[in-house]
């Protein structure tokens, strides 16, 4: 049984399923016995601000947590925050505000970034002696984890892509004109998502034509060739890019569009625009109509088509990691090991977050095939089982139902 | 009871639910004992290739039926091809090809081009003495036509643009640094759609910031000063824009940023990259991080989020199309009568088409509110009945389950 308060918070980029983990964690320090469960308000910043809200106050019933799977994006807000390594006055003061409100036990659901604050955090705490258990709880849609066989979040957006692509797809057959649909998926430096356009095809879809991800160098050539080859023989042509594609000379292809972008305090540029240069490009080379799709956060957010099957992965991923807290394990993150695939068994463990912060995983390169241009069926295989299964949202009066905080 | 052939064909840009139209034409001309039932592939420009194909072999089931009103964009293919006023040769190449198969009715399912294409067949039918009926089943996400309520297609694209908005909005939400997004909504010159924006708001959901329709002149300066107003209390902006908005001088605020748009035989540029445009310029203006979203084709091809109202009126247009040719009417087109919208009750019925082929309707000026920025709560109102309830996509493995030719 768990002695004392409990945090929780989310950082980094929504998802569709985040809330479930959090869900997960609530309802498993409630039956763990748990006294106080807070949530940081914008992750580890609003905890460093002391702003802190009581869950059980903002959960109250078992709808409450029904609707919170349901709600895509942060319901605690989140932060881009990362703590600068060895900075002992700040690892001392997230300490103080913990002990403050007699916190045990710190969970953190996040992706790299965030796994980097537990491994920081829970080296500190060692250090000094503290009994604060910090955990992670992985969450990312780019599915670039180490270690383990995919992350929460990575399901639903990969269910989304699939679904909306068929769609796509029987839209843009539609005429006998000649022209050419770009998607623009997101993933900066993992194509993981990217592969996902790989899921559209079956017997009642013609799928896209081709995927390009981020592991391997684009040729703008070679994609114009390639492009007015199936051109010669097919009308209406639908391809998948990812937005983080780049050129031999290292440069992302959005950029090229991008003179007057903003940049952020980080030295980031938004990485959008590569579907329209693209199609711009198709467009003057091979003189035919092209349209631009950009999947944008909606591949993240759309709740309404999570998968099932993510969404109690999450939320079991949330409990794992409370219930080996409060079994006394620290610095640890949630993994998921896959036994099988067909049948699908996937079995959920803890792991050191040493092996798993800052480790970016990719695409293997034995799945990208047909000289860079489509995905193997072993990514269809690997993925299928992450998409199964609905949990339609609450609809009232013709829309989703959300909780907000 | 209905003597000869009937033939069926699908225009312009495709919906939701234009084949749940065309399912209704099918069911209601087997239902009163048509021969056979021929649809058109890729609409008129099909009928004039003799390119036919016999419903009866494609629909074999009720399921195929029912596969084919979860189905998006037009099962049949489309054309954007209008008939040239007064080219007697070619109607009269047209009604040799449906002599020739014996067909006595014809069903064209579109938006104000194919209302132009049933008014020229009908009046040159009637001239030379034919017997042919020729009826129009009205389609459009624009919700554009004159006479009618609203027409098929719209219900399901605003519950669409409902829905996603809410979570574009969760998402927008989630920190607590200054960003803006634009979303971008489709609509030459009608707002109908970019109305749409407004149905988020909620208990629930915060809603958009702001909305802007083509019905009025946009103006750039007062656009971002707003913007900056708005962001003096509040951190996240989301923004809804049409594509089609317009600056005084009579230029698309998306002709500034498009030098090397394509454009099509028709002279028409593709009208998009709008929200890009503006997130630029509120970028260089405030400095600070924005966000385009297009909802692109999504809107209009979202089967999976269609609205139930919308599917079972689209399947009674065709339905009550076919019902009045039964009984000798020729140059129609069904419409819809609302005869009080809490409780909803809608009748349909049929219009002669000369009045309202080539005839736009726009958003009335009144509901356009809070100088030009908002819409009133009378479009609320009226639109909330026509996204009441959903008809789930058929899920196999994952992803939703189509039919096509």
Redesign the interface.
């Known amino acids: 049984m768990m002695k004392g308060n409990v945090v929780v918070g989310q950082s980094g980029g929504?998802t569709s399923v985040i809330n479930s983990s959090l869900a997960g964690v609530f309802q498993a320090a409630k039956n763990l016995g748990a006294n106080k469960i807070y949530g940081m308000v914008?992750g580890i910043?609003?905890l460093l601000d002391d702003n802190l809200v009581d869950l059980g106050e903002k959960l109250k019933s078992n709808m409450d947590v029904e609707l919170l799977k349901r709600?895509?994006?942060?319901f605690l807000?989140?932060?881009?925050y990362k703590l600068k390594e060895g900075d002992k006055d700040q690892y001392a003061k997230i300490l103080e505000i913990l002990n403050k409100h007699d916190i045990k036990y710190f969970f953190y659901i996040g992706g790299n970034d965030s796994m980097d604050t537990i491994k920081q955090l829970a080296a500190y705490g060692s250090e000094v002696g503290s009994d604060i258990k910090f955990m992670g709880v992985p969450k990312t849609i780019d599915n670039d984890l180490a270690v383990t066989d995919h992350t929460p979040g990575f399901g639903s957006a990969a269910?989304y892509i699939?679904?909306?692509l068929?769609?796509?797809i029987?839209?843009?057959?539609?005429?006998?004109t000649k022209n050419i649909?770009v998607v623009e998926i997101m993933g900066r430096n993992a194509g993981w998502l990217t592969a996902a356009a790989a899921?559209?095809k079956?017997p009642?879809?013609e799928g896209v034509d081709m995927i390009f991800v981020p592991e391997v160098t684009f040729d703008i050539d070679k994609f114009v060739e390639k492009t007015a080859k199936i051109q010669e023989t097919k009308n209406n042509i639908v391809i998948a890019v990812s937005e983080g594609i780049k050129t031999a000379d290292g440069k992302y292809v959005c950029e090229a569009s991008q003179a007057?972008?903003?940049v952020?305090s980080f030295g980031h540029k938004?990485l959008?625009?590569t579907a329209?240069f693209l199609c711009?490009t198709l467009?003057?080379k091979l003189?035919?109509?092209?349209?631009?799709?950009?999947f944008?956060?909606?591949q993240?957010?759309?709740?309404?088509?999570a998968?099932a099957t993510d969404i109690s992965e999450a939320f079991l991923a949330g409990g794992k990691a409370v219930e080996a807290a409060d079994k006394g394990e620290s610095g640890k993150v949630v993994i998921f090991n896959r036994v099988s695939s067909d049948p699908y068994l996937m079995i959920p463990d803890i792991y050191d977050v040493n092996a798993i912060a800052n480790v970016e995983k990719t695409v293997p390169k034995e799945w990208i095939v047909d000289d860079n241009t489509n995905i193997s069926d072993e990514f269809v295989k690997y993925a299928?089982p992450l998409?199964?299964?609905?949990l339609?949202?609450y609809?009232v009066?013709?829309?989703?139902?959300?909780?907000?905080l």
């Open positions: 929504p914008h910043k609003g709600t895509p994006s942060s807000g989140s932060c881009r269910k699939g679904s909306t068929k769609e796509v029987r839209d843009a057959l539609v005429y006998d649909t899921l559209a079956g009642d879809c007057n972008a903003f952020d938004a959008n625009g329209r711009d467009a003057a003189g035919c109509k092209t349209r631009p799709v950009e944008s956060t909606l993240r957010c759309g709740a309404h088509l998968s299928k998409i199964q299964g609905e339609p949202a609809m009066d013709g829309l989703p139902t959300h909780i907000k």
